[in-house]
């Protein structure tokens, strides 16, 4: 790459970055004014919620909005940069010095991706953590839910990881009048199928009492069942299991309260305990698919806005550029609808609307760089 190229390069992606983060901190500031407004409508039936607490939430709440926003940023700031690249006509001189579209879209390209990997490998783990304290506070000083896990006098059931009789075996646990307190889970009338990975089942344990401590669950009262065999009283008896009342809450909560580093683990062990992990699946595929969104958001941004203005039709343009990166977020809601209801494949549900954005975008420029 020449001089020249290198330094129109670094004054595009310049430009281009500055946009970015402009739109990105107007989008993220707006987003927040209307969940104060909403907060503080909630909060007013209850007088013990004063502003600060209001406060608190919505400022927790702020990284989770940003990565939401964020490729909306890139949409509206590339198009206000492109736009203004266009009408100074500096583009236009580039392009008519030999300098393909391609050529000077690499480096706001290259931005944007960094934009989503930034998104993805660093402001996640902050979002979560936030949105999960913004959670409590707001299940507990507004809602007036204590714990995500309710389940007071309810039936619960579990699947597990029971490597005790054979290594592949599972654990199926039945619970009745369950109640969490605080970090101890107890349960009465618990009944625990022990099975071998071809569900063929070894043994039956049946107690009057259970607690889940760290890593066992503790059964009072137990007997031991098998195929073909009397009930034999085995009193006080422990069942490994990785479940925590931590991590059964989590698997109640959104999983927008968990990083993409902390993802695949979690995701792991609700396919282990039985627990629905397709909601955790489809936000971890979507927080992969950020980098390629935020780099196709850039793309519709360039075939959107760099028409030059001596033809005409520039609002009409840059018009059609929000109407599709809208129309791109509408394909992401209903591909995302899909996804949780199982219609789709997480993954096929998360990246479908980052490359069909991108074969529309590829499709304008290569549309413009011909005409």
Request: hydrophobic share 55%.
């Amino acid at each position: 790459m020449t001089p020249i190229a290198t330094t129109l390069s670094l004054y595009i992606a310049r430009v281009f970055s500055i946009a970015v983060a402009i739109m990105l901190a107007g989008l993220s500031l707006l987003v927040m004014l209307f969940d104060y407004i909403e907060l503080l409508r909630r909060a007013a039936t209850r007088p013990d919620v004063g502003f600060g607490l209001v406060t608190t939430i919505a400022l927790l709440r702020v990284p989770y909005y940003v990565l939401m926003i964020l490729p909306f940023a890139v949409l509206l700031g590339g198009i206000v940069a492109f736009w203004r690249l266009t009408r100074s006509s500096e583009l236009i001189v580039a392009r008519a010095a030999g300098v393909s579209a391609w050529q000077f879209l690499a480096a706001p390209i290259v931005c944007a991706c960094l934009f989503g990997i930034i998104a993805t490998a660093a402001i996640s783990p902050l979002s979560s953590a936030m949105f999960a304290r913004a959670e409590q506070l707001d299940n507990v000083h507004i809602r007036g839910v204590g714990s995500a896990l309710a389940l007071t006098g309810d039936q619960l059931w579990l699947r597990q990881a029971d490597h005790g009789l054979v290594p592949d075996g599972v654990a199926i646990i039945r619970a009745h009048h369950v109640q969490n307190a605080g970090r101890v889970l107890t349960a009465d009338d618990v009944t625990v199928f022990r099975q071998d990975g071809r569900d063929r089942l070894l043994s039956r344990i049946e107690a009057g009492h259970a607690v889940l401590h760290k890593h066992k669950w503790e059964l009072d009262d137990a007997r031991s069942m098998k195929p073909d065999e009397l009930p034999v009283a085995i009193g006080t008896a422990s069942l490994h299991t990785d479940l925590t009342v931590g991590r059964m809450e989590e698997s109640f909560q959104s999983a927008d309260t968990l990083s993409v580093w902390a993802l695949p683990g979690f995701i792991k062990l609700l396919d282990n305990a039985g627990f629905s992990s397709v909601r955790h699946r489809l936000h971890f595929q979507s927080l992969l698919s950020l980098p390629l969104l935020c780099g196709t958001m850039a793309l519709v941004a360039a075939g959107f806005s760099m028409r030059p203005s001596r033809r005409g039709g520039v609002a009409r343009m840059i018009g059609s550029g929000v109407a599709a990166g809208f129309a791109l977020f509408t394909v992401s809601k209903i591909a995302e609808q899909l996804g949780q209801y199982g219609a789709l494949p997480p993954a096929l549900a998360a990246w479908v609307p980052a490359f069909s954005g991108l074969f529309l975008a590829i499709a304008l420029l290569l549309h413009l760089e011909d005409g």
